[in-house]
């Protein structure tokens, strides 16, 4: 045809499909192409901002959030540090069940001083059942192998004494009392937190050295000053009688309250006239009054009364080596009874009171 062009026989056109803008809801029948790209705007999607509002709301949520879950991690990490805690009264226990089979009796709670150089050296159960919480190698390095059988309950400690005994050991510290520490006297040592049940009596000593002052009478707990029971001396069961406790650590050079190796009193027994931790204060020479651990100093009358740091309670082991935590809120009656290792007294069902 004129003014057309002709296309080379075998040429075929392949015509572009054509969308029909009235099957969109359009008018016209205009061919219609998609493109897919970028934006217009410097190739970008615009995109909205944050306003100040939300991030405040999200701020807000986040503190939350945090707020919610704070006490719960401290909650695990109290449970964590408790389970230590009882931990280290298994270890005790069993240690001091170790130290009966070989001497057949539990070890003095502390011994009477000897004069050491013009200074009076108390023993303590603690330096006694070192071998058993495998510390045999600290005990010869304080040169205290003699203390252990009792047959030299006064033996002067070697030259080193002074500088090993600084060294806190974990078996004798609750995790929770960040208060543990070295006495400034190197003739003291370290500090720790558990004790041996004296009795359920006011008075651990009458005087500043208990010599000869104690009646036989007030001495009816597992160790005393020069006393430790035999198993078959508690007719109350080894499962009602209370072996150790606790007590809190006072961050204080003038006072002794769970000193270990070097004693001017009875640091490391405890009294069971009280509930755990009573307002009641302790009583002592040496004593400072602080929180949680109230105390009246210049006294001789020395008294140490069960306390911890865990919420609502104390860890307890009984001489059978069985462990639990005791409610402050135990009867006073029911923790009496547990203090004592003949008193013909029932505890009753006091596990986890």
Request: charged fraction near 15%.
């Amino acid at each position: 045809m004129l003014g057309q062009t002709e296309m080379p026989s075998g040429v075929r056109i392949r015509k572009r499909p054509v969308c029909r803008t009235t099957e969109l809801g359009l008018t016209g029948g205009e061919d219609m192409t998609f493109f897919s790209g970028p934006g217009p705007v410097g190739g970008k999607r615009n995109r909205p901002a944050f306003t100040l509002v939300e991030l405040l709301v999200v701020i807000a949520v986040i503190g939350i959030l945090v707020g919610l879950l704070l006490p719960a991690v401290q909650q695990v990490r109290e449970a964590a540090r408790r389970t230590t805690c009882m931990n280290n009264q298994k270890q005790i226990a069993l240690a001091i069940q170790n130290y009966h089979e070989s001497f057949k009796k539990v070890p003095n709670g502390t011994d009477l001083p000897g004069q050491i150089s013009g200074h009076r050296y108390y023993g303590s159960w603690a330096t006694k059942v070192l071998p058993w919480v495998e510390q045999e190698s600290f005990l010869d390095a304080m040169g205290l192998r003699n203390h252990v059988n009792q047959l030299n309950q006064h033996a002067p400690p070697s030259n080193a004494f002074g500088n090993v005994a600084f060294t806190e050991l974990p078996v004798f510290e609750c995790p929770s009392d960040a208060n543990g520490t070295v006495s400034e006297n190197v003739q003291e040592g370290a500090f720790g937190n558990y004790a041996l049940c004296a009795g359920n009596y006011f008075r651990i000593t009458n005087g500043w050295y208990g010599s000869g002052m104690i009646p036989v009478d007030f001495r009816n707990g597992i160790a005393h000053f020069n006393l430790g029971r035999r198993f078959a001396d508690v007719v109350d069961g080894l499962s009602n009688t209370l072996l150790s406790s606790e007590l809190i650590n006072v961050p204080r050079y003038n006072d002794k309250r769970g000193m270990i190796y070097y004693q001017v009193e009875p640091t490391v027994l405890f009294s069971a006239e009280q509930p755990p931790n009573t307002t009641t204060a302790d009583r002592g020479y040496f004593r400072i009054n602080w929180p949680k651990a109230p105390a009246i100093g210049g006294v001789g009358a020395n008294v140490i009364y069960a306390r911890s740091l865990h919420p609502g309670g104390v860890v307890v082991s009984t001489v059978d080596g069985a462990v639990n935590f005791v409610s402050d809120h135990i009867s006073l009656d029911v923790f009496r009874a547990l203090g004592s290792v003949d008193g013909g007294d029932q505890a009753g069902n006091w596990s986890g009171s």
